[in-house]
Each structure stands twice: as C-alpha cells, then as structure tokens.
C-alpha cells in the first residue's frame, strides 16, 4: 500500500508562514490535509480533488491556507499563512474518497505526520 510521507513542519510565531509537502501523493486520487491537536479529534483542513481543480477548506483556515499539486513531482502542498496558535498540531496528508461533502472520508494507513507549533 503507498504511504503517504509528510513534511516541512515546524516551529513558528504567530503570523508567520510554512509549507507542508505530501508525497507522492499522485494524480489519481483525491487527497486532504488532516491535523490533530493535543488532546483533541483528527479533523479535516483542506482537500483537493484528483486534478487539483477542486478545493475546500475548513472554515478556521480559510482565507489562510492553500493546498496545491503538482503531478509532476507527486507532492501535494499545503501554504500556511497567517498562522495561529491554535493551528498547532501534528499534520497529515491521506488519500480521500472525494473532495466533497465534508467530513472527508479517508482511507489507507495514516503516516507519522509532522509537527506544526505556532507559539511566541
């Protein structure tokens, strides 16, 4: 089964930018960025259909975030701007059955994720 590999975390200050990758991530499938909170439920961010033309965001991230990709390197990318402390948490990418109708539905194994701690 492919699996999924994340980067591109990290420490941040409130305002500042990062860019998860996700590879590889493919051009057949639909695919989502999850993160969870210390404490809380894994939830959706932001997900992309197959040929990227599709794309939905949570509410909280709106505006902010971006999620983009590029076939021809298989990576998937999230652009995190404006960043605030309670976008902290531990980042995912997986496969999804569709860009709609949220919650996402995932499927496959997740991946060890990478860490995103936006404190001052």
């Known amino acids: 089964q492919l699996q999924l590999v994340e980067s591109g975390g990290g420490l941040v200050q409130p305002g500042g930018s990062l860019r998860l990758s996700c590879a590889p991530s493919?051009?057949?499938?639909?695919i989502a960025w999850f993160r969870q909170a210390p404490g809380k439920e894994r939830e959706g961010v932001s997900c992309?259909?197959?040929?990227?033309?599709?794309?939905d965001y949570v509410d909280s991230v709106k505006g902010r975030f971006t999620i983009s990709r590029d076939s021809v390197k298989s990576t998937t990318y999230l652009e995190m701007n404006d960043l605030k402390p309670e976008d902290t948490g531990t980042y995912y990418c997986?496969?999804?059955?569709?860009?709609?109708?949220?919650?996402?539905?995932?499927?496959?194994?997740w991946g060890q994720g990478t860490q995103v701690t936006v404190s001052s």
């Open positions: 493919g051009s057949t499938l639909a």
């Open positions: 997986s496969f999804i059955h569709a860009c709609y109708g949220f919650p996402w539905k995932q499927f496959g194994s």
């Open positions: 992309a259909s197959a040929n990227g033309r599709t794309t």
